[in-house]
Nanobody, 126 residues
Framework: QVQLVESGGGLVQAGGSLRLSCSAS????????MGWFRQAPGVEREFVAA????????YYVDSVKGRFTISRGNAKNTAYLQMNSLKPEDTAVYYC???????????????????WGQGTQVTVSS
């Protein structure tokens, strides 16, 4: 069973920054898409960002474009989400996810991901 562990969440004021990290173990993730989703109270889980196995292609939900940056480490078993200019509406539990062999058309669909972390809370105050 693949294990994903997120870290880096916390409480920050609007306009501040946080950097989330995701570490994978249990499999070789060199060819896995790594993604981030978030879930706020009262809403469905939302796609945030994803990065290809090579790290060369990234995807973002429109609401975070220009503010968030996803990347992955050289070992390919880590993923990062740099979040700048945070807004209160970014408040949510953020989940790391991994998918093998996923097609671009399915990148934003949570059901296509194979493994999930436990989540890390991000709270942005006004």
């Amino acid at each position: 069973q693949v294990q994903l562990v997120e870290s880096g969440g916390g409480l920050v004021q609007a306009g501040g920054s946080l950097r989330l990290s995701c570490s994978a173990s249990g499999r070789d993730f060199s060819r896995y898409v790594m993604g981030w989703f978030r879930q706020a109270p009262g809403v469905e889980r939302e796609f945030v960002a994803a990065v290809s196995w090579s790290g060369g292609i990234t995807y973002y939900v429109d609401s975070v474009k220009g503010r968030f940056t996803i990347s992955r480490g050289n070992a390919k078993n880590t993923a990062y989400l740099q979040m700048n200019s945070l807004k209160p509406e970014d408040t949510a539990v953020y989940y790391c996810a991994a998918a093998a062999g996923i097609a671009p058309i399915n990148i934003r669909t949570s059901g296509r991901y194979d493994s999930w972390g436990q989540g890390t809370q991000v709270t942005v105050s006004s």
